[in-house]
């Protein structure tokens, strides 16, 4: 019998939070901005344009209306990675590895006391 632990990762370190959740949260920000002041007033999507715009031509409204568009992308990509067992969150890194350790040092004492078990099993057969 083996022992299954699943150790959390640091939120960073994921793909559904570079591809699903910064983008749902810069697509927030502009949805609440817009919301709240006159159309044009997206202060990410002209940032972004800013940036594209230079290449590509790209306006703010533009990537406004594709940053919505692609929004249900974003939940599906975060259901993807969330789907099945996955692994806990933990935006502190340092708990990570603390307890990656504690899981191993677990493991190490398991097994150990599975060697003691198999061992007395053995001699009481005798």
Known sequence: MDVKTIAPIFIAKTRSFWLGIVPAVLTLIDVI??????????????????????????TPDQIHSAMVALAPIYALIVA???????????????????????????????????????????????
Do not use: H, M
């Open 80 to 126: 993807q990675q969330r789907s099945g067992l996955a692994r806990p969150y933990t935006i502190n890194l340092s708990k990570e590895a603390q307890v990656v350790q504690a899981i191993e040092d677990g493991r190490t004492a398991f097994d150990a006391g599975k060697q003691i078990g198999e061992a007395i099993k053995r001699a009481g057969g005798r």
């Open 33 to 58: 901005v817009r919301a709240f002041t006159d159309a044009g007033q997206e202060p990410v999507a002209a940032a972004i344009s800013a940036v594209l715009g230079q290449i590509f031509g790209w």
